[in-house]
């Protein structure tokens, strides 16, 4: 199956962003070759960025506090499992505690080091990391494999608050919501929302599906728009019935 989420605010969008970035820089640093943790390097100077808004920390903080509140309100419930609630409250506190210990902006180390930010100003320039640009670069990507991942952790491991609280609350926000499963004959799918309020869209299809959804959406209607895969130009899938999963999630 393939999930195809559509954020409703800036913040969800903003969350889905550094989820992303976080498994692209795991998956880049589990590999032995150069290229990769070049990649990785690139995708932490991508991560400091996402994650330097002003108001994230403040936004997590507060999300944190509330889904605190709405879970501790659950201890006694019969029908809530004590360790697993117990579990997800503390993941919840470590994070708040972690982010309310977070000095300054989320990746300001990474600023501060004037080696990591001579790269990050090369990077901008197409080709501008070669080793007669960067020799000193050139010689980090020489090192022993291991202690390039070593220092590729080591630089990440400032973000392990940031990156618990994201987990968290995209974690909750998707098992709020429950698939519905919808139809289509045309390709086009229109629904009003009503006062569902959704902040997280998810469309699931399976992956032999030639066909892939483009979804917009604002408070009041959802648009989906399944077009054929691939390259060229976009054209409504009207060859076919489409069977998807819809999911509205709502923290």
């Known amino acids: 199956m393939i999930h195809y989420e559509y954020p ?7 969350l889905l962003r550094l989820e992303d970035l976080f498994e692209r820089f795991d998956s880049y640093t589990a590999s032995s070759m150069q290229h990769a943790h070049h990649a ?7 991560l400091a960025e996402v994650a330097a ?3 994230l920390k403040t936004d997590l903080l507060q999300e944190l506090d509330r ?8 201890r006694g419930n019969p029908q809530v499992q004590d360790d697993t609630l117990a579990s997800v409250l503390t993941a919840i506190d470590a994070a708040h505690h972690g982010i309310h210990q977070l000095p300054g902006k989320v990746g300001q180390h990474l600023r501060d080091d004037d080696w990591l930010m001579a790269i990050k ?3 901008t320039i197409p080709g501008g990391m070669c080793e007669f640009d960067l020799p000193s670069y050139h010689h980090w990507l020489h090192r022993h494999i291991e202690a390039r991942k070593r220092q590729l952790r080591e630089w990440l491991a400032p973000f392990a608050s940031i990156r618990a609280a994201v987990d968290i609350v995209l974690g909750l926000l998707r098992d709020s919501g429950q698939p519905e499963l919808q139809h ?4 086009i799918y229109q629904r009003m929302l009503e006062s569902r309020n959704p902040q997280l869209i998810r469309v699931t299809l399976t992956d032999a599906m030639t066909c892939l ?5 604002n408070k009041y209607m959802l648009n989906i728009r399944f077009v054929h895969a691939g390259s060229g130009q976009m054209r409504t899938c009207t ?3 489409i069977d998807f999963d819809l999911t509205f999630c709502t923290l």
């Open 184 to 187: 289509t004959d045309n390709g």
């Open 67 to 74: 889904q605190r509140a709405v879970l501790s309100a659950l």
């Open 40 to 46: 990785a390097l690139l995708t932490l100077f991508e």
């Open 53 to 55: 808004r002003s108001d």
């Open 121 to 123: 100003q090369r990077a």
């Open 239 to 241: 060859d076919q019935p």
């Open 8 to 14: 409703l605010s800036e913040r969800i969008r903003t």
């Open 213 to 217: 959804p483009e979804i917009s959406a």
